[in-house]
């Protein structure tokens, strides 16, 4: 579905990310793990069409061109990006309402803004309350269904996890886990590795914008090379 | 007469109004001044004179010259922001102001320096309600900019181009990967608020009966103090502050003298940047986003 190829970022002077060869097929979760700059964001924000970047994107066999986010969510590629990036002054329907922005289907699309609000009932609660009054949770469940709402074919999630309590962060991750049975596509962008393992079938580990293993879940996770260096220890 | 002095100031809020809600259209979304607006008010209120003086009815010199403010946006958008969006913010600004005065040079050059006067037959009507005298042309301002405001509302809170359009005011790279073409609806934000500025204009030039090149500046320098009041990023802070100051310089100049007019509204502005920066309705000081 998502092939890159030699992949290259550079923030003026800085080179966030070197040669990145990436691969994810259709129904996959994969995460991208590493420590605070190690390129995972960067790579996903390149993905969803808002860095200029060298290499290649191809999304369903088509040439992705850098910048053009509008176009690549149209592809059917959403991102949520990393701090949730809600629409604080409006409020959580209207959110849900930007989620369909680009759908032809309205009326359909607007069952599907009511399906949303059924399935996160929180939310349904606060349908008419300002997005900003939320928790970071409630802001993360919003973020994700939003993006749901525009039927995206592969979904990037970028450490939805941070800032969240430990017991959101499994409510999350298994929500996560549950996107593979409605057969969507997720790259998941974490720090929290070994978490994120139980939950995906392949992850990529970055250092410094360069990719140091891949492989599958599994295999990353039983291998005790890596648990001390990059999965925070055995337990 | 207190009362006549409310519906006169009430008039003149209403054009603070739509001239500060077309500024706060631009300045809310892209966070830049554009000072061309006050020559497009200009323009807009030159277009709408001259349709009617040649004998066109008032809706087709408020279409004219609303269309006519849109064209010029257009251009201004195009030549004076887009090539320049990248840059700091003070170059755009600088620009558009480069736009405003090239405007007002092409004005005086079309219709000359002299104020243009509209013959008395024009809206000479005046109805009494009770106390209060209030001209034709008054009761068409209130109700236009009542009209007016309402179908901005309307756009921006209740239609998918509207909550794009304030989708990018508050976070363009959001709006981006939610699919909104954050170029398309900076255009969009120009011709809405050159339109306002065009309509505004033809409003206050009939209702005045008289026109010079230089009525953008006076008015346009009003707007900025409207929309500075009522909150630079709240589109809704014109609407409380535009009646607001139009009352207030009404009142100066009938209990005061008109050379204390400009000390209340600029001293008013002066104050509002001073102790609550955000504006009347600004809200928190977190909430806002770049400032000017």
């Not at chain 2, 755009?92 to 004005?107: D, R, Y």
């Amino acid at each position: 579905m998502l092939t890159i190829k030699g992949l290259e970022v550079r923030y003026g002077a800085i080179t966030a990310v070197r040669g990145v060869d990436l691969e994810i097929r259709k129904g996959e979760i994969v995460a991208l793990l590493g420590a605070n700059g190690a390129g995972k964001s960067t790579i996903a924000r390149s993905i969803a069409g808002l860095l200029p970047f060298q290499g290649e994107i191809a999304f369903e066999g088509e040439r992705l061109t850098p910048g053009t986010a509008e176009k690549n969510l149209r592809r059917g590629i959403a991102l949520v990006p990393e701090g949730r990036g809600i629409l604080a002054r409006m409020t959580v329907h209207e959110n849900l309402l930007m989620g369909i922005y680009t759908r032809s289907d309205k009326s359909a699309a607007m069952a599907d803004v009511d399906k949303m609000l059924e399935r996160f009932p929180i939310l349904g609660k606060r349908r008419d309350g300002l997005a900003s009054l939320l928790s970071g949770g409630e802001q993360q469940m919003l973020a994700i269904g939003r993006a749901l709402l525009s039927k995206p074919k592969l979904l990037l999630l970028d450490e939805p996890s941070l800032g969240l309590a430990p017991l959101m962060t499994a409510s999350l991750f298994s929500m996560i886990a549950q996107f593979r049975d409605e057969g969507l596509t997720v790259l998941l962008v974490e720090q929290k590795a070994r978490q994120t393992l139980k939950i995906v079938d392949r992850a990529y580990l970055l250092e410094t914008g360069r990719v140091v293993t891949s492989g599958s879940a599994e295999a990353l996770i039983n291998d005790p090379t890596l648990s001390e260096a990059f999965l925070g220890g055995t337990h | 007469m207190l009362i006549q002095q409310l519906v006169n100031g009430l008039t003149l809020g209403a054009v603070y109004t739509l001239l500060a809600l077309s500024f706060s259209l631009v300045m809310g979304i892209l966070g830049i001044l554009n000072l061309a607006i006050a020559e497009l008010f200009m323009i807009g209120g030159y277009l709408g004179f001259t349709l009617i003086t040649a004998g066109f009815p008032l809706p087709v010199a408020v279409l004219g010259g609303m269309l006519g403010a849109a064209a010029i946006a257009i251009a201004i958008e195009k030549i004076g922001y887009q090539p320049l969006r990248d840059a700091p913010l003070v170059t755009p600004m600088l620009s558009t102001l480069g736009f405003s005065i090239i405007l007002q040079n092409v004005a005086t050059n079309i219709w000359g320096s002299d104020p243009a006067q509209l013959p008395d037959e024009y809206f000479g009507k005046q109805y009494a309600l009770g106390p209060i005298n209030i001209g034709e042309m008054q009761l068409i301002v209130l109700v236009a900019t009542v009209v007016l405001v309402a179908v901005v509302a309307y756009i921006v809170q209740k239609t998918p181009m509207g909550r794009a359009l304030r989708a990018v005011a508050e976070n363009r790279e959001v709006a981006r990967i939610l699919g909104v073409s954050a170029d398309r609806l900076t255009m969009l934000a120009f011709i809405l608020s050159g339109s306002l500025a065009g309509v505004a204009g033809v409003l206050i030039a009939l209702h005045y009966g008289t026109i010079t090149p230089y009525l953008g500046v006076e008015i346009g320098l009003k707007a900025i103090a409207v929309m500075v009041i009522g909150g630079t990023r709240q589109i809704w802070g014109a609407l409380v502050a535009g009646p607001l100051i139009g009352i207030a310089e009404v009142l100066t100049v009938a209990y005061g003298g008109s050379q204390v007019r400009d000390f209340v509204v600029y001293g008013f502005m002066i104050l509002i940047l001073l102790l609550r920066p955000q504006g009347l309705l600004g809200g928190a000081r977190s909430d806002q986003g770049q400032r000017v």
